[in-house]
T-cell receptor, first 116, second 115 residues
Framework: AQKVTQAQTEISVVEKEDVTLDCVYE???????LFWYKQPPSGELVFLIR??????QNEISGRYSWNFQKSTSSFNFTITASQVVDSAVYFC?????????????FGQGTRLTINP | DAGVIQSPRHEVTEMGQEVTLRCKPI?????LFWYRQTMMRGLELLIY????????DSGMPEDRFSAKMPNASFSTLKIQPSEPRDSAVYFC?????????????FGEGSRLTVL
C-alpha cells in the first residue's frame, strides 16, 4: 500500500535561514509520482511540483529545490533564504500508476513558520 | 480564470441534519476529487470522478456519505444524517489527465461543524 511519511510536524526558523522538509514514501509500484503542495493560511492547497519515478534529477525553482532519491525513498524539499511568506503547511504526496495516477495520498504535512 | 468554487464556505449544523456541500470544478477539467481534512487524520481522499463517473469511492466513510456529479460543471457531497465526527474541512479539487497528472487545483474548502 502507498504511504507518505513527513516526520517533521512543525518547523520554526528565522527569516533567511535555509530549511529542509523531509518526505519518505512507500510504494510497491515501479511507476509512481511524487508531489509537493503548499497550504497557506488562506486554506486552499497549491501545487508546487511533480516528479515521476523515472526522473531522479533534482529540480530547482528560484529559492525552492527538490531532492529525489529512490535509494532512500525520499523526496525532500529545501527552501533557501526563507521568507515570512513561505510560512504554510507543506504536504508531500504520492500516486501510483496501478492505483490510478490521479489518486494522491498525502502525508500528514509539516507546518513551517518563518519568523522575522 | 475562475478556480474551483465551493459552497458553503462555512456550515454549522446540528447532529442528525442533512448537509450538502457543492463544488464547481474548473471548466474543461475531467477529474474531480473530494478530500476531507482533519487534525487527526490529515487529508483523506473520499471519492473521485472521471468524466462525471465515480472511479474510486473507497474513501467514503460510510453509507451516510454520498457524492454525485450530474454534469461536468457540478458535484455535491451529501452527509445524511450528520454526526459530530464529520466536523472537518471538505475540499473539492479538479484536474486534467495527461501530462498534468496529479496537478490538482483545490477550492478554498467548506468548513463543516456538526454540533
Amino acid at each position: 500500500a502507498q504511504k507518505v511519511t513527513q516526520a517533521q510536524t512543525e518547523i520554526s526558523v528565522v527569516e533567511k535561514e535555509d530549511v529542509t522538509l523531509d518526505c519518505v514514501y512507500e510504494t510497491r509500484d515501479t511507476t509512481y509520482y511524487l508531489f509537493w503542495y503548499k497550504q497557506p493560511p488562506s486554506g486552499e492547497l497549491v501545487f508546487l511540483i511533480r516528479r515521476n519515478s523515472f526522473d531522479e534529477q533534482n529540480e530547482i525553482s528560484g529559492r525552492y529545490s527538490w531532492n529525489f532519491q529512490k535509494s532512500t525513498s525520499s523526496f525532500n524539499f529545501t527552501i533557501t533564504a526563507s521568507q515570512v511568506v513561505d510560512s504554510a503547511v507543506y504536504f508531500c504526496a504520492l500516486s501510483e500508476a496501478l492505483q490510478g495516477a490521479q489518486k494522491l495520498v498525502f502525508g500528514q504535512g509539516t507546518r513551517l513558520t518563518i519568523n522575522p | 480564470d475562475a478556480g474551483v468554487i465551493q459552497s458553503p464556505r462555512h456550515e454549522v449544523t446540528e447532529m442528525g441534519q442533512e448537509v450538502t456541500l457543492r463544488c464547481k470544478p474548473i471548466s474543461g477539467h475531467d477529474y474531480l476529487f473530494w478530500y476531507r481534512q482533519t487534525m487527526m487524520r490529515g487529508l483523506e481522499l473520499l471519492i473521485y470522478f472521471n468524466n462525471n463517473v465515480p472511479i474510486d469511492d473507497s474513501g467514503m466513510p460510510e453509507d451516510r456519505f454520498s457524492a454525485k456529479m450530474p454534469n461536468a460543471s457540478f458535484s455535491t457531497l451529501k452527509i445524511q444524517p450528520s454526526e459530530p465526527r464529520d466536523s472537518a474541512v471538505y475540499f473539492c479539487a479538479s484536474s486534467l489527465a495527461g501530462i498534468n497528472t496529479g496537478e490538482l487545483f483545490f477550492g478554498e474548502g467548506s468548513r463543516l461543524t456538526v454540533l
